[in-house]
T-cell receptor, first 117, second 111 residues
Framework: GAVVSQHPSWVICKSGTSVKIECRSL??????MFWYRQFPKQSLMLMAT?????????EQGVEKDKFLINHASLTLSTLTVTSAHPEDSSFYIC?????????????FGEGSRLTVL | KQEVTQIPAALSVPEGENLVLNCSFT??????LQWFRQDPGKGLTSLLL?????REQTSGRLNASLDKSSGRSTLYIAASQPGDSATYLC??????????FGKGTHLIIQP
């Protein structure tokens, strides 16, 4: 299957700092990537849809000024958590849809666990 | 807005049993339905993808069905093994939209 890579896999930061998470499609081009957040023992919740070359579309309740998304190329999307606070601690997972071989199957990165102290 | 429900929330069975995980969704106009496996602290592994025009998909001991008219999907696991222990997530989506996930079924296969 197609491969989506996320980096870093885990990060610990102090409250008030900003953290950037990268999501790369390694062997296919992704015009659209999706960012999810998963709190402990909860399911994945879609945060935003990242579109290559245009602004991201955010789900209701997600602060676009806090969670900055950039999709600069067909293989890379970044999520920056600005001025992180302890309540932002979560598991962030990106995904991309691969149409050429997968018929629209969604592939996920390994996730990035953020802990804000 | 799509809502996905998974039943049961947790399941524990002895090794070797066949089992069925259930998923229901509210909006039948889905592009496809996907089943995932998630191990503790890990990302998602895609198990099966059923496109809206399909009724089922099979991969090894796994079989997933889709009934759009009733808004249901099932994941059948044959001859379960301890290595199958994980959380199984069902998700439905539409085209350019992201997937909407259920809360998952936490499965434990007892050796």
């Amino acid at each position: 299957g197609a491969v989506v890579s996320q980096h870093p896999s885990w990060v610990i930061c102090k409250s008030g700092t900003s953290v950037k998470i990268e999501c790369r499609s390694l062997d296919f081009q992704a015009t659209t990537m999706f960012w999810y957040r998963q709190f402990p023992k909860q399911s994945l919740m879609l945060m935003a849809t990242s579109n290559e070359g245009s602004k991201a579309t955010y789900e209701q309740g997600v602060e676009k000024d806090k969670f900055l998304i950039n999709h600069a190329s067909l293989t890379l999307s970044t999520l920056t958590v600005t001025s992180a606070h302890p309540e932002d601690s979560s598991f962030y997972i990106c995904s991309a849809r691969e149409f050429q071989r997968g018929g629209g199957e969604l592939f996920f990165g390994e996730g990035s666990r953020l802990t804000v102290l | 807005k799509q809502e996905v429900t998974q039943i049961p929330a947790a399941l524990s069975v002895p090794e070797g049993e066949n089992l069925v995980l259930n998923c229901s969704f509210t909006d039948s106009a889905i592009y496809n339905l996907q089943w995932f496996r998630q191990d503790p602290g890990k990302g998602l592994t895609s198990l099966l993808l059923i496109q809206s025009s399909q009724r089922e998909q099979t991969s090894g001991r796994l079989n997933a069905s889709l009934d759009k008219s009733s808004g249901r999907s099932t994941l059948y696991i044959a001859a379960s093994q301890p290595g199958d222990s994980a959380t199984y997530l069902c998700a439905g989506g539409g085209g350019a939209d992201g997937l909407t996930f259920g809360k998952g079924t936490h499965l434990i296969i007892q050796p």
